[in-house]
DNA sequence: CGATTAATTGAAGGAGATCAATCCGGGTGG
DNA sequence: CCACCCGGATTGATCTCCTTCAATTAATCG
């Protein structure tokens, strides 16, 4: 028995608001087949244009732009119960490719079925399009982060943020999670050298707040961690209200 | 006679879809009074529960974060016709700041309205959609930017930016508009010092791409400045097609 | 086990930050 | 009408965080 598909979706909307049994099976119902794809294969290439969005079921993946000369930038890590690129729906073509950062499960989700939604549920595609605003949040810390604080707050924030969405995925124990990432991914997320990447982490590690090896990360000092990081997880807007 | 308070919002949306003239007239019974504010003042502070999102009628305004020792990043800036909290009809509170860099006018949406509008116009909601995920795509390219690109091109870029940006509102000229911005609101929207952004200005100008002086920029070689940026308008996402 | 990919460490270099003046344009009040 | 003021622009000198280059080591996997 397959482990319920929209588990993580549900979880993560539920959180923010109440999704009624009509809607879910409304969102059920616009669910097309599930599809696999093996690490490292590119899901989506910027630019090709979209019939059917897709939800992270298992696994993770990134959403990621090139430069010329082969710097790669990530623009958001993604967890199960996210879709990928809901933003297709209405944008049609992307402006960034998707990666499979491990092997992955995806539903997908034709796009009439989501235009079906838009008619008749107006509750849900209000949910659904929070869950759009929710990314949009992530990507301004992203820019924060990025832009204004140093390498190791970076990757601390990085952590932090990982931490919490998984947990509300219902994927996280307590501080310690997996996150089968290289360092190379991290650099790409954090506008950073793998190189730099290395030496902060054994920083991070050194002075007992983190732990990130062999897939594994362990949060050791969660006060002092999100301290370094200056983290506020307001911008993950976790609270329950009518939307 | 005031000018058209929607005009250049509907223009952003026309350059990607049709609006009918009874969404027109949807999205004008939405909205209420109009406001204004002085250069300089912060208009909607993070974390404030909101009831009702503005569209920006006149003048530029910056979403922003600060950090604890007074570093300031800016998300995205705003020119007319962009709604400039529109997500805080969903999230209902922001996790970022707005402050007008100009002189501004802003048309107000009470929730009230917008929420009829899910109830009613699907097609319409679409395009609101739609306007925000134009935003995060303009987001998604600024990560790009202040985490792979080098300072140069960081501000070339911007100005590429605002330059088809307002141009799709119809206040920009033949490759000159008005961008009554400080060089310090340009270091915090590229993630550099004011020092450093007034260096490669000056080796812009220099080098016959733009001039930014006096709240002007002109661009005297698109061509060489779009290559310098790597700009490509993709993420704008200018296509006409059915959303 | 070789072979490939990821992690780690050292040394040197550089893009951009920081610190510190100076300049400039426009408002303003005497 | 001009001396003064003030925020922004400009320039120089110095510093530093992170990059780059280059090996070496560890881990993973047919």
């Not at 793998?194 to 090896?213: S, Y």
């Not at 050791?220 to 807007?237: K, N, V």
């Amino acid at each position: 028995m397959a482990a319920d598909l929209l588990g993580p979706l549900l979880a993560k909307l539920r959180r923010r608001d109440d999704v009624g049994a009509e809607e879910e099976a409304a969102l059920r119902s616009a669910a097309g087949e599930t599809r696999e794809f093996g690490a490292g294969r590119t899901i989506v290439r910027s630019g090709i244009v979209l019939s059917q969005s897709m939800l992270l079921v298992d696994g993770f993946i990134a959403r990621y732009k090139d430069l010329s000369e082969g710097q790669r930038q990530i623009m958001e890590i993604h967890v199960p119960g996210d879709f990928t690129d809901l933003h297709g729906f209405l944008l049609k073509r992307l402006d960034h490719s998707i990666a499979a950062m491990t092997r992955v499960r995806m539903a997908m989700f034709p796009h009439e079925g989501l235009e079906r939604i838009t008619e008749r549920h107006p509750h849900l595609v209000r949910l659904l399009w929070l869950s759009s605003l929710m990314d949009s949040a992530i990507q301004r810390e992203r820019i924060l982060s990025i832009g204004r604080r140093p390498a190791r707050a970076r990757i601390a924030h990085l952590i932090c943020e990982l931490y919490l969405r998984l947990e509300v995925a219902g994927l996280a124990g307590e501080h310690r999670f997996e996150l089968p990432l290289t360092q190379l991914d991290i650099a790409d997320a954090t506008g950073l050298t793998p190189v730099h990447v290395n030496r902060m982490l054994r920083e991070l590690r050194e002075q007992g707040l983190l732990t990130f090896r062999g897939g594994i990360a362990e949060i050791h000092d969660w006060q002092r961690l999100s301290d370094a990081a200056e983290f506020d997880a307001d911008y993950l807007h976790l609270e329950h209200r009518p939307r």
